[in-house]
């Protein structure tokens, strides 16, 4: 069973920048990144093809976050930045079957990451 370790949480200020790691144990899959707000369903912020091909973004995150995918080291970084309060939840790395077509519901996603929490302010 192919497992997520993620890391490079904190807290930081509005405007400042962040980056997430994710390192998959093996497989050849497709990953993603979601996000929580307390009480609220996870919802897509990322998505990124096995082969690096493609990344998919949400709307909220376009043109500040940035997805990569190192293939070699089976591992997924999210760079944040210009950050602001609405960025604070708690995010996941995310992983399901390869395909070419980018899958934004966090059902076609079937391995998860423990979570780590961001926390922007003012």
């Known amino acids: 069973q192919v497992q997520l370790v993620e890391s490079g949480g904190g807290s930081v200020q509005a405007g400042d920048s962040l980056t997430l790691s994710c390192a998959a144990s093996?497989?050849?899959?497709?990953m993603g990144w979601f996000r929580q707000y307390p009480g609220k369903e996870r919802e897509f912020v990322v998505g990124?093809?096995?082969?690096?091909?493609?990344?998919l973004y949400s709307d909220s995150v376009r043109g500040r976050f940035t997805a990569s995918k190192n293939n070699a080291k089976n591992t997924v970084n999210l760079q944040m930045n210009n950050l602001i309060p609405e960025d604070t939840a708690v995010y996941y790395c995310?992983?399901?079957?390869?395909?070419?077509?980018?899958?934004?519901?966090?059902?076609?996603?079937?391995?998860w990451g423990q979570g780590t929490q961001v926390t922007v302010s003012y």
């Open positions: 995310a992983a399901g079957r390869p395909s070419l077509e980018i899958k934004q519901r966090q059902s076609e996603y079937t391995i």
């Open positions: 093996g497989g050849t899959l497709n």
């Open positions: 990124i093809r096995w082969n690096a091909a493609r990344t």
